[in-house]
């Protein structure tokens, strides 16, 4: 881990808002949800039979 000044997001505080990448990625489904507030975190749910399965998640806004 660095000793830097960066931010918790990996940003310094006179660095501009990144902008979007692009990601290619291969799969056998996709879904599209918003996520949902949980205690202190966020929760997507998603259908029974994926689980034990691995998934990739990517935030789009």
Do not use: C, Q
Not at 13 to 37: H, N, Q, T, Y
Not at 43 to 49: F, G, K, Q, S
């Amino acid at each position: 881990m660095s000793n830097d000044t960066s931010s918790h997001n990996g940003e310094t505080p006179s660095e501009p808002a990144r902008s979007k990448v692009k990601f290619e990625i291969f799969g056998e489904e996709m879904l599209e949800k918003e996520v949902k507030s949980s205690g202190n975190s966020g929760r997507v749910y998603l259908p029974p039979d994926w689980v034990g399965h691995h998934v990739k998640i990517v935030r789009i806004d």
